[in-house]
C-alpha cells in the first residue's frame, strides 16, 4: 500500500511499509534510514504470505508475526510510527497551535486525549492551563507516556490511563474538551474514529468541545502513466512470465503517496464531510456522487483522495491539509510558509488506479459514486467501490471498480 515515488518529501528513498499492527495499533509506518529497513525487511511483507484478495490486515498481522516475540516487535514500531507523527510538522505544529492560541479553550477544563501515545497532545493542554488531563493510550507506549508526565512536572495535572478507551473506567463522569488524532491514511483507514465518536458520546458535557470538529474527504484524478507501469503493469511480463493475478490484487490495494500537483488533471471535489461534534459511527460509511471536470487534455491514470481537517471552535479557525497545497490556511493563516506547495504529511496522497487509461479532453466531465465502508470482518480495514463514466470524444467508459485498504 504504501509507494515509493522518488525525490519527493516524506517518500525519501529507503522507505518501506512493514506490519506494525495489533487491532488497536496504528498502521502509519515508514522507514526512513536504511539501517531500518534492514531489521524491519525480517518482518515485512517479503516474509508473509501473499495477501488473498479475501484477507484482512487481521489475517496479515497474525501471519507477520507468528514466529516472533509478538509484543517485542510491536513496541519497537510503535515508537517508530510515533516518532514519525511527531516529525510530521504540519500534523504537530498544528495541534500545538490550536492548543497554545487558544488556551480559553483549555483553560481550568477538564480535557480527554483519545489515543495519546507519547503524550504530546496531553502535554500541550497542561501547558496551556488545563484543570486536568486524562491521557488514555491502550498499547505499551502509555508506560512511556507516565514517565515523560512525570519527567516533565505534569503529574498533577496529567493522568495516562493505560487501556482501550472503549474499556478504561475515567475518574471522572464528564469531560470539557476532547482532543485526538485519530486520522488514518485516507483519512478513514483505521477507524480510529469510532474510538472518538464513543469517547464523545460516553463523557463529552453538552456543549462541551472536541479538537477536530471537521474532517473533510476530497477526491480528484491523476495523471500516473510512469508510476502505474512501474507497479501495476510490472506484473504483466516478469522476466517474460506472466503474474498478471498479482496485478490483480496490486490495482485492488489503493496506494499511499506523494502526487505532484502538475499531475492533477481535472478540478477536485469535496466528497465527504464529516461533522465530529454531530456525525454516529454509521456515517463513517457513505456512498457520495461526484463529477470531475477536465482542467486539460490528458490521460487519466488514477482517483486521488487526500483530506483537509478543522479546528473550527478556535479565535481564528486552524485546518491543515494532506494536499500539499495549503491553499487557504496557508495563505490566510501563515501556520505553514505560504507557497505553491505546503509540505507534505506523513499521511501523503491515496492514490486508486484504474483498469483503464482515460484519453479526456479539456472540460469533459466524469461522472460517478463512491462508497466507503469499513470490512465486515475487520472493520479497521476499508472496503471502496467507485464507479464512473466518461462519455467523451476519444473515450467512451463505464467501470466500476473495487478497492480494499488492509
Ligand atoms: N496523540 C498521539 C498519538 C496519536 S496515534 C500524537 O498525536 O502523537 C493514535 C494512538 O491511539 C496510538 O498510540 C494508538 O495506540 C492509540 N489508540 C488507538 N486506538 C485506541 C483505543 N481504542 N484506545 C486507546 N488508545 C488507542
Redesign the pocket.
Known sequence: MMGRRKSKAFAQENQSLVPCSSG???ARVEVEDEAMEERVESVSLDDSPLIGAENTSADYYFDSYSHFGIHEVMNYF?LFI?QE??KDVVR?KT?QNVIYQNKFLFKNKVVL??????G??SLFCAKAGAKHVYA????Q?ADMAKEIVQTNGYSDVITVLK????EIELPVAHVDVII???MGYFLLFEN?LN?VLYARDKWLINNGIILPDKALLYLTTIEDAEYKEDKIEFWNDVYGFDMSCIRKQAMAEPLVDTVDLKQIVTSDIMIKMMDISEMTSGDVSFTAPFKLVAERNDFIHAFMAYFNVQFTQCHREISFSTDQVMKVANKAYDIFPAGPRSKATHWKQTVLYLDEVLTICKDEVIYGNMTVEPNKKNPRDLEITIDYTLNGKRSQVSSTQHYKMR
Not at 113 to 118: E, I, L, N, R
Not at 163 to 166: A, F, L, P
Request: hydrophobic letters at 40%; aromatic letters at 6%; proline letters at 0%.
Open positions: 488497536t495499533e496504528s510503535h510515533l507523527m511527531l504537530t495541534y486525549d483519545v489515543g495519546a501515545g507519547t504530546i497532545l488514555v493510550e491502550c498499547s507506549m487501556g482501550k478507551v472503549e485526538s488524532e485519530w480510529m474510538t
